[in-house]
């Protein structure tokens, strides 16, 4: 679809008096499938690009002052809730984090893959989240069920606590299903997300599951045996989690073991 892009006057800055940075084009895959006879086409917005400008505030400034209807999601602005994540440039990313002098003069934004679409660049990752987490009870299952609470919890090894630390900084974003091959043939499979949370719980030692137990819940194709091992899910993690390294550690356990 071809249009005329619509343009945020430039601004003048105190550093030169005259105009910002260079101009921006951002070319939205617009679609709100709640709207009859709304369908997927191209919306291009030209911004003047400032110093130190993100996508998220490139969107919010489109937003504001062109365009009240494009619906995107956020909630941090700091990379830690996941919420603005989308395609950018053909690659998932958070736009909170994607600075957009790092991008070319036009760059493309799409919704991520797979996630239902709310409307142009939102999409419901928390229905799909929580789905996950159900089915893998991703939740610790307390060796002791009914600890005292007035005590404190028995010591954790430092090496330990790391680990554990390093897996929990997922912020379920969904950009490694979104990139995943898998999850484009296997709408069931959990992901590198929740293959992620399963290797976590297995090395709390609070959690009384058996790496049988998690057999049953992720030793199948749409589980740890599922995986193509791509890499895409570890090279669009906005964490850098060592997510296939994970996926591999988990079925190399559970293959040795005969499970």
């Known amino acids: 679809m071809n249009e005329a892009p619509i343009r945020v006057v430039p601004r003048a800055t105190a550093a030169d008096g005259q105009g910002a940075g260079r101009r921006l084009k951002l070319k939205v895959l617009r679609h709100n499938p709640h709207q009859p006879g709304s369908v997927p086409h191209w919306q291009t917005y030209e911004i003047e690009e400032a110093e130190g400008m993100t996508l998220f505030i490139a969107l919010t400034e489109i937003r504001e002052k062109l365009d ?34 790092n991008l070319g003069a036009e760059a493309t934004l799409a919704p991520l893959p797979f996630f239902e679409l709310i409307g142009d660049l939102s999409v419901n990752t928390g229905k799909w989240m929580r789905g996950m987490s159900e089915r893998l009870e991703g ?26 630390y390093e897996l929990d900084r997922c912020i379920e974003c969904g950009c490694c299903v979104a990139a995943c091959g898998t999850a484009r043939m296997r709408e069931d499979f959990v992901g590198a997300v929740g293959l992620n949370r399963v290797a976590r719980f297995r090395l709390d030692p609070r959690d009384k599951r058996t790496d049988a137990d998690y057999y049953e819940i992720v030793g199948d194709d749409d589980g740890v045996f599922g995986c193509m091992t791509l890499l895409a899910c570890h090279d669009v993690c906005p964490k850098e989690l060592p997510l296939a390294t994970q996926i591999a550690y988990l079925r190399r356990k559970m293959m040795r073991q005969g499970l």
Do not use: N, Y
């Open 139 to 164: 939740w610790l299952h307390m060796v002791d069920p009914r600890p005292d609470l007035t005590r404190m919890e028995q010591r954790m090894e430092p090496e330990l606590a790391d680990q554990i």
């Open 68 to 101: 009240a209807s494009l619906q995107f999601d956020f909630v941090c602005r700091a990379g830690i809730c996941g919420s603005c994540a989308m395609v950018i440039d053909g690659k998932p990313a958070l736009a909170c984090r994607t600075l957009t002098k």
